[in-house]
């Protein structure tokens, strides 16, 4: 089955400040990409998706990359705000969904 | 819109008791999962419906059951509870089958097997 791996474990910045989160994956089918935002005490909320016939995609301040021949993906997150502060999860998708496990980020102000 | 709507919030349960926790859902989707979510690990299926009536096992089902009656509920039984079961428990659902489409969550219901 997929397996997706997800660095750092935690991540701390400064306002204003960019962050980057990158996430491999095992299964080459895997055709879905999605990311997901959980704040402290509530279920996860998808942020920003991408498929696997786009290498990019953007929605204000956050983007995401993809690259299928390495199979790894990865998050920016740019001008961060302290709202920006809680956990996110990548996932990887072909017949069912795998997370990976997740990364902590501290905005700091 | 409630979206997903789990119960209990929070329980506390005795190793060998039963234990049901509810998942509603009010967007009428077909697929819905039930999901574990522990330090490290991330979140990982347990349990998955693609429509009512059927179900499927995810990547941790050992020690899980779960029915699907009809479109919008969707409980996960735990029918002996094992410390090691003590965990956050997400219910999602999506209109897309295969994990291919958003995802919705609830807000969890943290259960504690002692």
Redesign the interface.
């Known amino acids: 089955?997929e397996n997706?791996e997800?660095h750092p474990?935690t991540l701390s910045v400064q306002e204003g400040d960019s962050a980057v989160i990158k996430c491999t994956y095992s299964d080459s089918a895997s055709?879905?990409f999605?990311w997901?935002k959980q704040e402290l005490?509530?279920?996860?909320?998808?942020i920003i998706?991408i498929r696997s016939n786009v290498g990019e995609k953007k929605d204000q301040r956050i983007a995401v990359t993809l690259n299928k021949t390495a199979k790894h993906f990865s998050l920016h997150i740019t001008e961060t705000q302290p709202e920006d502060s809680a956990v996110y999860?990548c996932?990887a998708?072909?017949?069912?969904?795998?997370?990976?496990?997740?990364t902590r980020l501290t905005v700091k102000p | 819109i409630a979206g997903?709507t789990q119960a209990p919030t929070s329980q506390i349960l005795a190793a060998g008791r039963r234990m049901t926790l509810r998942c509603t859902q009010d967007m009428r989707h077909n697929a819905m999962y039930w999901?574990r979510q522990d330090l490290?690990?991330?979140?990982?299926?347990i349990h998955?419906s693609n429509t009512a009536g059927t179900t499927g096992k995810?990547?941790v089902p050992d020690g899980y059951s779960v029915s699907r009656a009809n479109t919008d509920d969707f409980p996960l039984t735990l029918a002996s509870a094992v410390p090691s079961q003590t965990s956050v428990y997400?219910c999602?659902s999506s209109d897309g089958l295969?994990?291919?489409g958003?995802?919705f969550?609830?807000?969890?219901s943290r259960l504690t097997v002692l």
């Open positions: 089955g997706v997800q474990s055709n879905y999605p997901y005490g509530k279920g996860p909320q998808l998706d999860f996932a998708s072909y017949n069912d969904m795998r997370f990976g496990a997740g | 997903i999901y490290g690990l991330g979140l990982r299926l998955y995810g990547e997400f999602a295969g994990g291919t958003e995802l969550f609830g807000e969890g």
